[in-house]
């Protein structure tokens, strides 16, 4: 089992919807939690990190669910510049900052 | 926010040979740098960790006398592919992190061609 999974998708929605992606982690020692964004052929770009409160950046929002191991991203009122690949990432205690990628989900918004 | 740079940008070798990528913080002091590799359509897969003056840490099944890194200062670590093979071939992309947070940024990424 990967440690990070996420449904790889695409999600293919109309401008101006609103998509939630969703992510599960195994390791219960995970202590940071991270949405990237990345384009074809680029690297990733941290988009948000994500609290257990939760948290709001805009028209994207970030929840995390610690005790089912869960963390979700909500993408409201979509456009076109939003189509690209959202990672989850995970990063664990006690382990050097290390982060581990989910395999992504590939977003695409179409006229 | 931080800068990270990576050079080249793109190279194409002939199998054997061996290249070497930079991978430079500009704007801060990385005490901590960490070098990708991602395969088409998948995600990135962490090869090692490397802390400015010491050897780095090889993830499983990363073959540590293939892939070379050395971080000799706080602004630069780099990554040599030796004897190049064309399943080599992948998109490599390094981050680095000051250590005061959790957040890594990450290099425009390399990519490798090995024919």
């Known amino acids: ?111 | 926010g931080a800068v990270v740079s990576q050079h080249p940008s793109w190279v194409i070798c002939k199998s054997g040979t061996s290249v070497k990528i930079e991978c430079r913080s500009l704007d801060f002091q990385a005490t901590t740098m960490f070098w990708y590799r991602q395969f088409p359509k998948q995600s990135l897969m962490l090869m090692a960790t490397s802390n400015e003056g010491s050897k780095a840490t090889y993830e499983q099944g990363v073959e540590k006398d293939k892939f070379l890194i050395n971080h000799a200062s706080l602004t630069l670590s780099t990554l040599t592919v030796t004897s190049a093979h064309p399943e080599d071939s992948s998109f490599y992309i390094c981050s680095a992190s000051s250590g005061e947070t959790d957040t890594q940024y990450f290099g425009p990424g390399t990519r490798l061609t090995v024919l």
């Open chain 1, 1 to 111: 089992r990967k440690e990070v999974e996420q449904d790889p998708g695409p999600f293919n929605v109309p401008e101006g919807a609103t998509v939630a992606f969703n992510c599960t982690y195994s390791n219960s020692a995970s202590q940071s939690f991270f949405w990237y964004r990345q384009d074809c052929r680029k690297e990733p770009k941290l988009l948000m990190s994500v609290y257990s409160s939760g948290n709001e950046d805009g028209r994207f929002t970030a929840q995390l669910n610690r005790a089912s191991q869960y963390i979700s991203l909500l993408i409201r009122d979509s456009k076109l510049s939003d189509s690209a690949t959202y990672l989850c990432v995970v990063s664990r205690r006690n382990a050097g900052n290390m982060l581990t990628f989910g395999g992504g989900t590939r977003l695409m918004v179409k006229p």
